[in-house]
């Protein structure tokens, strides 16, 4: 993976994997990923993760893609409907 030089661009390609765990997981509007099967994902896929976790967390529920929950992360409806078009 580039080595991103802002906490920013960390925080975005963060997202985007989060998103990416979501379709590849092919979790539907309503379910959670949990974080049993996030963080064995982002390990691999950006293992730089727990870096900025909360704050690339924090930026999907501003977007209303997913919805914090006690076991994982929720995908909203507008976060599966973005999955879906294939804009995330």
Do not use: R, W
């Amino acid at each position: 993976m580039t080595e991103l030089h802002s906490e920013a661009e960390n925080i975005e390609n963060l997202a985007q994997c989060i998103m990416a765990a979501f379709k590849e997981k092919e979790v539907q509007a309503g379910n959670v990923l949990h974080y049993q099967e996030l963080y064995p994902y982002l390990q691999e896929q950006y293992p730089k993760y727990k870096d900025v976790q909360k704050e690339a967390e924090h930026h999907l529920a501003k977007l209303a893609y997913i919805t914090p929950a006690p076991e994982g992360l929720m995908l909203t409806q507008v976060g599966f409907n973005t999955l879906d078009s294939g804009a995330a």
